[in-house]
């Protein structure tokens, strides 16, 4: 209702509340006429206008949802609630999105909401998407659809776990923890 074409770009963040039902907006539609609003890209030209250069729109997702492998079925990856320069965790799945629901889009960039993660030696570790203006960072993960393994191109290794945390290594198709 309020950011117009814009509700895409919050989609992409949250794909999980796509399928919501959020009922009967025509109160709201009426209202926001009967104001005379201006258009949210109305709001980002004229209020907003620093918004795209330190928040850039996403790209649209290639993937996204729960991260789990077949040799720990019962477990996801997690932030839990993991602070910035931290990796990412396993924990059990719960199916509530949050901080389980990470997205790789396509433009290579994997993050859970305004986390973004990169590849440290064989460690992978939660940033800020934004650093000093620019977003961060492009091109580094691939998901294969086939192998379904995710791989980091800057390390050329996959992302695998040891049942607590997700590293990467060398890519093995027939590894049930990639």
């Known amino acids: 209702i309020w ?7 919050y989609m992409r963040r949250r794909p999980n509340h796509a399928h919501l039902e959020i009922g009967n907006t025509s109160e709201y539609k009426a209202l926001r006429q009967r104001l005379n609003c201006k258009s ?34 019962d477990k996801c990856a997690d932030t839990l609630g993991n602070q910035y320069g931290q990796r ?26 305004e ?16 650093l000093g203006g620019k977003w961060i960072p492009k091109g580094e ?4 659809n086939q192998t379904r393994q995710i791989l980091s191109t800057n390390a050329n290794k996959c992302v695998t776990t ?9 890519c093995q198709n027939n590894s049930t923890a990639q």
């Open 3 to 9: 950011m117009d074409e814009y509700k895409i770009y």
């Open 40 to 73: 949210f890209k109305w709001f980002l030209d004229n209020v907003a206008y620093e918004m795209a250069e330190k928040y850039p729109l996403p790209p649209a997702n290639l993937v996204w949802g729960e991260m789990r492998n077949e040799q720990y079925t």
């Open 141 to 144: 993960w691939k998901y294969d």
């Open 162 to 170: 040891d049942g607590k945390v997700l590293l990467l290594e060398t």
């Open 115 to 130: 986390q973004c993660y990169i590849s440290e030696r064989d460690s992978i570790v939660a940033r800020h998407c934004v």
């Open 88 to 113: 990412v965790s396993i924990g059990g799945c719960h199916g509530q999105g949050g901080n389980q629901l990470f997205r790789i889009n396509t433009e290579g960039e994997w993050s859970v909401d």
